[in-house]
């Protein structure tokens, strides 16, 4: 079973930067399929970013502000966040993207406040 690890959340002004990291366990994460997502108080969680072996894919909210990145060597997602805004504040959470959702126990995410 996989399991992920979040990290590098925190409080940031507005226009601000942070790069969160998804670190997965197991043989098969560096092939899989990962996804970023983040659920604001009160809402829905939400896709923001994807990377598989061939390309990325964004929300439109962050489209041009983030950049979602991996280092296979370390089982590790990044995701780049600048320019950030008050509306992405969230708590921050990495997944496997299996079957076009999430598919493996949810980590305990980061937190990311933006102050404007």
């Known amino acids: 079973q996989v399991q992920l690890v979040e990290s590098g959340g925190g409080l940031v002004q507005a226009g601000g930067s942070l790069r969160l990291s998804c670190v997965g366990s197991?043989?098969?994460?560096?092939?899989?399929?990962i996804g970023w997502y983040r659920q604001a108080p009160g809402q829905q969680r939400e896709l923001v970013a994807r990377?598989?072996?061939?390309?990325?894919n964004y929300a439109d909210s962050v489209k041009g502000r983030f950049t979602i990145s991996r280092d296979s060597s370390k089982n590790t997602v990044y995701l780049q966040m600048n320019s950030l805004k008050p509306e992405d504040t969230a708590v921050y959470y990495c997944?496997?993207?299996?079957?076009?959702?999430?598919?493996?126990?949810w980590g305990q995410g980061t937190q990311v406040v933006v102050s404007s």
């Open positions: 990377i598989n072996s061939k390309s990325t």
């Open positions: 997944n496997v993207i299996r079957y076009s959702g999430p598919s493996v126990p």
């Open positions: 197991g043989s098969t994460f560096r092939f899989d399929t």
